[in-house]
């Protein structure tokens, strides 16, 4: 809990309950059910939920001893048993969080890491597990589609059953594969893909790209800091490239409040307009400030503070900053204290909780008729 | 100029002129002097301002071909005519800014690219050539000490006669040396002579190190994240590695508003604990967020947007933000018209602009009688 929270805890809306004095949050304080005497007016959805089966365990733990990173990523952590359920024990976490809806999407680095046939063998398999939870609880779940960048034919059809057929509310990838991004014009046909299905990619973090794994190994930090840096590289990686101007109805889901980019915004443009001009680069058709703002979407996941999230809302705008909780890496039910923590207006709560994420993911699940 | 610097430029204190209602950043609008009707009661000192000689230009020069990064580094840009002015003109420049006093440093990436002896040799020079230009305009300069740090000993050395002897206000080290971090133990007797001598380090950026150069490598994006991401990594280094604990007097300095970290503050706590906890890692005596908040200092420059600076001022506290111009590569004018458009208290502005800098680098340079 840092400083930048405790000034915001007096004004909190409905629906927060009551936040110690000390700042610290606290699952006994909050609303537990969602409600506070009937006042909270908007759902809570989270759009960054892990999950996982045993059958992509079972693959990954066969890598692990090869894989260095993978000792301590997701499948190392205590989290197994949570990630793992994606039923009833699920949605009573979010019942007792306060939780709405949880759009699903299976935990990182996926099925990227697997042989092409394997990845798409478990990319489908996955998703048919997250469409039998969205079947059990249909008001409770959606989903985000799990991509095989490294089988790009075979996935833009799998995208095509999981958003037409399935009815999830996007796709996922986990930055890089096999060390590329998807600039890389063979990772193209996903990207046309979701473009054409009208859903949002979300970019998740995984383990660094080769090269940066090492710089970026900092012992305690691979995650606070090296997650940002892979995912905000892929990013402007996609940006550079020309990939958003290929496919500019592509709408990019960054987690962590866009892992630092929309800080840097009014100084990407600066130091863009700069390096072009005096290198004499041949300049992208739009600043880096407009790509952000028109094709890329921030959650809060792990990023429920003040002091950033205002600040991103003033850079990105209240239409793109929605929420996650990045179930179950955090906690879930201190998520939604501290975000309810954060003086927002009944307008920008509303949006950020529940209008912003059944507009961006087209989500219909748990929703009011 | 971004949006987020435009809901604020109604109520701007004194000193910053007219602005544009665009939010157009004009040097013809801004007061030209430094006063607007005597009102300014606060002197401007901008902290991270750079030179360089001709001795150091040639040397560079030389090794340019074989560098591949050096062909867009500063010694490429149009900078070299202000850059190589330590003297009338700059001062002329200053004035026509509004900046009182400049801390001079040499520009990135300083004396680090060559072999020990050249290094300490043109360290020593460049010093010489900062002390002079103190010595005809003792009201407008200060200066941080070139650093080589390939020459530790000799360094240590020359630090002593840069503080004690020149009054020089701290050491600018521009990130790697030879891919190497400071957190390596043969760098030790240079962060201790700083320590000894109660003057901060500035941390400056220069092109990233080996591994990270190549995916970093994103064109027009050199500078505003790569330059980011390396010397936030380069932080977050010193930190797991317990300098900042065997050095605890140390007071970096970063500039951009610290590299991003300040706005993740909050996430690096929670994920350290996490993922020391979970990997069973030798955790440090401190929360990443105490470290940054007891030996960090991060200055504005390239930074003047109101979102990212009210964030930075909530996340470390007033007394740990600084001004900068980042002349010559900023246009310094704009600096000062910018960032006079900010919000902020009369006490912070005046904590921003003289009284931080003055208490962190010990600098009387023009100071009132």
């Known amino acids: 809990m840092g400083i930048s929270k405790r000034g915001f805890l007096q004004g909190v809306a409905a629906g927060a309950g009551v936040l110690a004095a000390t700042g610290k949050a606290s699952a006994a304080t909050t609303a537990t059910t969602g409600t506070v005497g009937g006042r909270r007016s908007y759902q809570r959805i989270a759009c960054e939920e892990a999950c996982t089966t045993p059958e992509v365990v079972k693959e990954l ?15 190392a952590g205590p989290f197994m048993p949570d990630l793992l359920d994606i039923g009833a024990g699920r949605v009573r976490g979010m019942d007792a969080a306060g939780i709405d809806v949880q759009i699903l999407s299976l935990v ?63 796709a996922l990838i986990n930055s890089h594969t096999n060390g590329e991004y998807l600039d890389q014009q063979k990772y193209w046909p996903v990207l046309e893909a979701i ?62 409040l866009g892992e630092t980019l929309p800080f840097l915004l009014d100084r990407l ?3 863009y307009a700069w390096q072009t001009s005096v290198f004499r680069l041949k300049a992208l058709p739009r600043k880096p400030s407009e790509y952000l703002r028109e094709q890329v979407i921030l959650t809060t996941s ?68």
């Open 195 to 256: 473009e054409a299905l009208g859903v949002p990619l979300y970019l998740h973090p995984r383990d660094p790209a080769p090269g940066m794994e090492v710089p970026l190994a900092i012992p305690g930090f691979a995650v606070g800091w090296g997650y940002a840096v892979e995912t905000g590289t892929h990013l402007l990686h996609l940006m550079a490239g020309g990939v958003l101007d290929r496919f500019p109805k592509l709408q990019v889901v960054l987690g962590h």
């Open 269 to 271: 443009d600066n130091r």
């Open 61 to 75: 733990s066969r890598l692990a001893n090869g894989v260095p990173s993978m000792k301590s990523g997701p499948i």
């Open 108 to 170: 990182s680095p996926g099925v990227q890491l697997f042989a092409p046939d394997t990845a798409i063998a478990l990319a489908r398999d996955v998703n048919d597990r997250m469409a039998d939870a969205i079947r059990l609880y249909p008001a409770r779940f959606g989903a985000l589609a799990v991509v095989a960048p490294q089988a790009p034919a075979e996935t833009a059809k799998e995208l095509q059953r999981c958003i037409q057929t399935l009815k999830f509310n996007g």
């Open 302 to 369: 792990g990023m429920n503070y003040a002091a950033p999230v205002r600040a991103a809302i003033e850079a990105m705008g209240i239409e793109r900053v929605l929420f996650s909780a990045d179930h179950p890496m955090e906690v879930q039910a201190d998520a939604v204290t501290e975000m309810e923590g954060i003086r927002l207006t009944a307008t920008e709560r509303r949006k950020m909780f529940e209008d912003n994420a059944r507009r961006v993911f087209r989500l219909t699940a748990g929703a009011k008729a």
